[in-house]
């Protein structure tokens, strides 16, 4: 993936896939990630290049994005959004299994299974 789209910064992806491993269901956007990853591991790195990331890493079917809909404005939330981990084995071999939050990977598999059984994928709210 680094080679295919040309990633520059190879040490922020993994960072970012880092912090969805470690948030997985957990309401987020690349403003925040980006803030996190800037205070963290001074990784100066701007939302706009996260928010690529993100794309890239969607495209790899490695993450799902789960889009909030607003119920009485009719239409999706900007932000924030939910990421998911397609396979929830990537993302324990990510964390180490160090990591183990039943509420959070209980949610990544049902959201995962819903896709699987044919739902959209919002988040009605």
Known sequence: ???????????????????????????TNPTNIANTLNSTKKANVNPKTVSSYLEYLKNAFLIS????WDIKGKRYFQYPNKYYYTDIGLRNARVNFRQFDPGHIMENILYNELIIQGYSGVIYG
């Open 1 to 27: 993936m680094v080679e295919r789209e040309g990633i520059e910064r190879p040490d922020v992806l993994s960072d970012i896939l880092d912090f969805l491993a470690s948030s997985v269901s957990s309401l």
């Open 65 to 68: 994005e789960a889009k909030r």
